[in-house]
């Protein structure tokens, strides 16, 4: 148990100062409420009334997020694995396998669907 104490630490300090953000948050904070500062996204423009599904929505902000987070998990994986490479044996190797053929599929459909054509 001994072991484990340093993270119960660093969870509770973690803890402690995500709730104390908020608390301090609201009793500091302005308290100037409008309609503009209540709506879902404030920049300035009154929201054009759509109804649901009406009017295409652009995904290629999303398309750039997922190839993104496919090669940063790519690579916080691979880092480690090359480092103890020896150490793992037979084992690591199917398993980093497994995990780089699971990449290319996310790779291949990132390419069918056009996100790495930067138009």
Sequence with gaps: MN???PILVL???A???AVFSVVISRIVGPKRYNSAK???YECGIEPAPHG???ARFPVKYYMTAMLFII???EIVFLYPWAVHFDALGVFGLVAMAL???NVSVAYAYEWRRG???WD
């Design 15 to 17: 803890v402690a100062f």
């Design 3 to 5: 072991v484990y104490v």
């Design 71 to 73: 090669f940063d998990i």
């Design 38 to 40: 209540l709506e879902a």
């Design 52 to 54: 649901i599904g009406s």
């Design 11 to 13: 969870g509770a300090v």
């Design 115 to 117: 996100g790495l054509s």
């Design 99 to 101: 995990f780089i053929f």
